[in-house]
């Protein structure tokens, strides 16, 4: 919001709240949050503000969204799919089971058509959303004990967000959702004997290796997953035109830093967590893949048959998607 006049008011200073569903500083995910704040200081000379606060400081983690709805802050950063039960198209904005990866996602909001329809979803809250990072390809997740087949999944009790939560539920499961904060004792404590939070870097991060011992791939429930920042419409266009521009371009460099950040420095974390802390790495068996697959198509089937906006995004989604991944298999795939 514009500083009102007083004695620190500086002419033509503005100052935001930005809200974050993550831990105040917490690498990774959170870096986005920061780099934003940075890059719009940088480059309005200070003329605007972010002022960045971790989940809790302000509002709790899943109270972002309607906090910055509601003016409460002028801005947040967390993921579109933690929003679901509000907006059920929110999914696609974030990441789907089976679906595109970063390169594929970024690709499909800014040259296919995906981010005119996560605006058009987000109008009514009085929201502007924007691409606010991704961690690429994340892994399956941490798991208190081997699973070898789709029967070891029944009666799981794993956090695990998103449609991929539906997904895990539809093929034995029970799917909790709690904020990443919350992992690390919840999965300690036995209150759940999954959790899935990122991919290595993230994960050393939070100290996952200490209280789960299987650490499986791949991410078939995260496949590139997109974050957020939502900007409340109001306190956006009380910017002038110049800051506006800013903070737009300032969030798509820092959409893309994250991206090259995970990237830089996921393999190290992986190396660490197998060579000193214990980690068993393990690959999801086949025929667990294919009943995950088989019950995602079920969940994407009631998904779109429920939700006339989920619809139309499926549609768009699903021709980007064919179009690009048929290009990639003769183009990213087969050269790797
Ligand atoms: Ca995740």
Redesign the pocket.
């Known amino acids: 919001h514009a500083v009102a006049a007083g004695p620190e008011a500086v002419q033509g200073q503005y100052h935001w709240k930005l809200v974050t569903t993550w831990p105040k500083n917490f690498p990774g995910l959170g870096s986005g949050a920061e780099n934003l704040a940075r890059y719009v200081d940088e480059m309005s000379a200070g003329r605007l503000k972010i002022h960045v606060y971790g989940a809790g400081e302000i509002v709790p983690a899943f109270e972002v969204f309607d906090a910055v709805s509601q003016g409460v802050a002028d801005a947040g950063h967390g993921a579109a799919y933690y929003w679901k039960g509000k907006i059920p198209a929110s999914v696609f904005f974030t990441t789907i089971p089976f679906g595109m990866t970063a390169q594929e996602s970024n690709a499909w909001l800014h040259y296919g058509g995906g981010l005119a329809l996560w605006q058009e979803a987000y109008a009514p809250f009085n929201l502007i959303p924007l691409a606010g990072g991704s ?1 690429g390809v ?1 892994m399956a997740g941490w798991f208190n004990r081997e699973i070898n087949s789709i029967a070891d999944l029944q009666g799981l009790k794993m956090r695990i ?1 998103g449609l991929a939560g539906d997904v895990f539920a539809e093929a034995g499961g029970t799917a909790v959702r709690i904020s990443g904060g919350e992992i690390y004792t919840s999965l300690q404590t036995g209150v759940i004997d999954a959790a ?3 991919g290595p870097y993230n994960d050393l991060a939070l100290g996952m290796h200490e209280v789960a011992k299987y650490y499986y791939y791949p ?1 078939w ?2 496949p590139g ?1 997109m974050l957020e920042f939502i900007i409340n419409k109001d306190s956006f266009n009380a910017l002038p035109p110049d800051l506006q521009a800013i903070v737009t371009y300032a969030a798509r460099a820092a959409n893309q830093d994250m991206l090259d950040e995970f990237t830089a420095r996921n393999n190290a974390a992986l190396q660490d967590m197998v060579s000193n802390h214990g980690v068993q790495l393990r690959r999801l068996p086949d025929d667990v893949l294919l009943a995950l697959y088989r019950a995602d198509q079920k969940v994407m089937q009631q998904l779109v048959a429920s939700d006339p906006m989920a619809a139309k995004v499926n549609a768009s989604y699903q021709k980007f998607y064919a179009g690009v991944r048929a290009y990639h298999h003769i183009s990213e795939q087969a050269y790797i």
């Open positions: 961690s994340q967000p899935e939070w990122v991410g429930h995260e997953s």
